[in-house]
């Protein structure tokens, strides 16, 4: 596609379940990255990826969060245990390389946890 | 915790007015980026700003890194119906990832036709 693209765009879950958001980036870029935004914040970082691997994950708030990106290009974030403080949109954003490209960042998958 | 105040948190404007924001920080930046956000969509980028005492324009918007590498403002002039939106200023910081964009809390503009 020529955007990023996240899905579900929305997604009800209740507490204690396990969710997996999805995220497909524009096609070619090797940086790939997750942001979370609560209401009334800006987004907080979460991870990024260069090619396969994670370069940074110190955004990851808990062990309940994961990411993974087995072929380079499509992403799932994984959040384990699900709790009420989860709920924010996840958005996902890719760049061509990670150093001073331009960062493109997706419509985001809306999560709330009940 | 974010590590940037972003100044005013929300604007009431007249169609045809001047808009100015700004960013700063107890820390240095290495990047200075404005991006503006609608509802249910991401941030979509204004502006990026990557040398000390940078000044670049887009259209009706103007953004400076500031000499310190501690701030940044944003000016929209003769704002327009479709300038609403939320404004974040972010950027990345002296010494971190360079995949951990640090974003503000977000100015929220209003412009009255």
């Known amino acids: 596609g020529a955007g990023v693209s996240q899905t579900p765009s929305n997604k009800v879950t209740e507490k204690g379940k396990y969710v997996e958001l999805r995220c497909d980036p524009i096609?070619?870029?090797?940086?790939l990255y997750w942001y979370r935004q609560s209401l009334g914040q800006g987004p907080e970082f979460l991870i990024y990826?260069?090619?396969?691997?994670?370069?940074?994950d110190s955004g990851l708030p808990n062990d309940r969060f994961f990411a993974v990106r087995p072929e380079g290009s499509v992403s799932t974030l994984k959040i384990q245990r699900t709790e009420r403080g989860d709920s924010a949109v996840y958005l996902c954003?890719?760049?061509?390389?990670?150093?001073?490209?331009?960062?493109?960042f997706g419509e985001g998958s809306w999560l709330t946890v009940v | 915790g974010q590590q940037l105040n972003q100044s005013p948190q929300s604007m009431f404007i007249q169609e045809g007015e001047d808009v100015s924001m700004n960013c700063t920080s107890s820390s240095i930046f290495n990047t200075w980026l404005w991006y503006k956000q609608e509802p249910g969509e991401g941030p979509v980028l204004l502006i990026a700003l990557y040398k000390a005492g940078e000044l670049t324009s887009n259209g009706r918007l103007t953004a400076q890194f500031g000499i310190t590498r501690k701030d940044s403002f944003l000016n929209i002039s003769a704002s327009i119906p479709s300038d609403v939106g939320i404004y974040f200023c972010a950027g990345h910081l002296k010494g971190g990832s360079q995949g951990n964009l640090i974003f503000g809390k977000g100015t929220k503009l209003s412009v009255k036709p």
């Open positions: 990826f260069q090619g396969t691997g994670a370069a940074d």
């Open positions: 096609s070619g870029h090797t940086a």
């Open positions: 954003a890719s760049s061509l390389t990670g150093g001073g490209n331009t960062i493109y």
